[in-house]
């Protein structure tokens, strides 16, 4: 029941943006954005809490992405504005009752994972 589905990656240019999506059937608990891009380890990207009051941003992305949630349609968005090449990757969308939005998020392991979308910046 709380599997989280994420879409909304493409393919992009250099300085673009795209808006990926999670959602779940009674999606309401904290969630958390990583992103794995190629020979590289998992990377904590954003989170936000069940309320949508408190987010957290890694660094690479703070100022060009934004975390947001609607909670009366179970979904969590991800902006993405001025895309490099570095924010290549595949997102996964992340849940897990036990955990708590903050700058620890990528150590710690999460019960819920969605599948994953592609994000390709190039020209």
């Known amino acids: 029941q709380l599997q989280p589905v994420e879409s909304g990656g493409g393919l992009v240019q250099p300085g673009g943006s795209l808006r990926l999506s999670c959602a779940a059937p009674?999606?309401?608990?904290?969630a958390f954005w990583f992103r794995r891009a190629p020979g590289k380890e998992r990377e904590g990207v954003s989170c936000?809490?069940?309320?949508?009051?408190?987010?957290y941003y890694a660094d690479p992305v703070k100022g060009r992405f934004t975390i947001s949630r609607d909670n009366a349609k179970n979904t969590v968005y991800l902006q993405m504005n001025s895309l490099k090449p570095e924010d290549t990757a595949v997102y996964y969308c992340a849940s897990d009752p036990r955990r708590v939005c903050r700058s620890t998020m990528a150590r710690e392991d999460y019960a819920y994972w969605g599948q994953g979308t592609q994000v390709t910046v190039s020209s």
């Open positions: 936000i809490t069940s309320s949508g009051a408190s987010t």
């Open positions: 009674g999606f309401t608990l904290n």
